[in-house]
């Protein structure tokens, strides 16, 4: 099966040849004859699976052939893609896949979240736009200003939508859903089904074609995981060690909280490690350059909160650390699927001290595996430690979303293993944008 038997424009298939892709992937494959089709979709797919172009290369193809295209830049443009993502990294990366697959094609794009100025917003789509990429607050922002005209979207795409709801942007999605012309194609990728999303793909979608690709909740295969028991004081000295006696050279490492970021990259810094951080209270320079010279590979280390890191679309990232495990179990499967992506072997591994038995357990659940457990030599665990409470939140804002009391319980015992997921050809080196959207200010988000 290649792109050009999907029926895909030729210039299409040849900007996605250009990336190097040879096969489509399976959400792909299933994908895209369905969004040709021009009905309604329900996919389940996590990031790494090729979700994006999953959805970009059909909605490029049906905006190309439809007759609408406008021969020259001077003529209005009418939106008539919208592509919702829960961050702007996401919103960021997804715009630039726009680009790169319709390189070859007379449509254009545009991205808006908020975080940064919104003039310049407004002059991109004063200009005019066919297919706009818009994190939930930033596109109601505008809405409320009257500058953006949302008469003519022929297709939505909610990317990610249950991290969209995680964040609690469903208000927000369904007063933009409200502004919509009825008639319209709708496509719904989300990693999970909780019963939130069954209710709005309920109210959205019309007899939709649903696709599964990867277990529902399932680590994906590619990625070897493991736990490192140890003590709550010893977690940097072990990530140090871990980074230095591994050779680690490029290694994404999540902590719960920012203010936990700040002070591991200050300890790593110590050490000699180089390492950054990014999270919310980060301005959007810092990220952006963070980032990129985490990909250049001249960062050794990247610190995120989960919030900062979604949508990070990093190649070949060998290694994911936990250093605190997350206090949302499907947060773990976000986190490590930044590793061993597009068919790369990657490793995770999780730092868990005795605080955390009851989030680990959580997540052994969810993924409906045990993951094996090896004490690092000279990190050996107290064995009579008490667990205490663990605070969700950078201190002074607040309290979280699933307060946890620690709860000892023995660390998971070897077992587990490796599942799989295979993805051909290459795939391009990824880009992305860094801050918070003004909706998550508002929505009082998770504070990650
Ligand atoms: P996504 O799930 O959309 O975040 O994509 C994950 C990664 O896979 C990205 O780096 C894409 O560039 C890459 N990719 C997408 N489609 C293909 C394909 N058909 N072959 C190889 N890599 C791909």
Redesign the pocket.
Known sequence: MSFSDLGLAEGIVRAVTE???????PI?TQAIPAVLNGGDLLAG??????????FTLPMLHRLSTSGKQHANNTSARAIRALVLTPTRELAAQVEESVRIYGKYLKLNSAVIFGGVGINPQIKLLQHGVDILVATPGRLLDHMQQGTVNLDNIEILVLDEADRMLDMGFIRDIRKVLAALPPKRQNLLFSATFSDEIKALADGLLDSPATIEVARRNSTVEVIEQKIHPVDRDRKHPLLAHLIKSNDWSQVLVFTRTKHGANRLVEQLGKDGISGMAIHGNKSQTARTKALSEFKEGKLQVLVATDIAARGI?I?QLPHVVNYDLPNVPEDYVHRIGRTG??GATGEAVSLVCVDEHVMLRDIEKLIKRKLPSEVVPGFEPDPNAKPQPIQLRSQGHGGGRRPQQGNARPGGKPGGGQTGRG??????A?TAAGGRSAAQHRSGGRGR
């Open positions: 990336q190097g892709y040879t096969q489509p992937t792909q797919a996590q990031t790494g699976t090729g979700k994006t172009a999953g679309d190649d992506r597009a993805m051909p050809g290459k795939p391009p990824g």
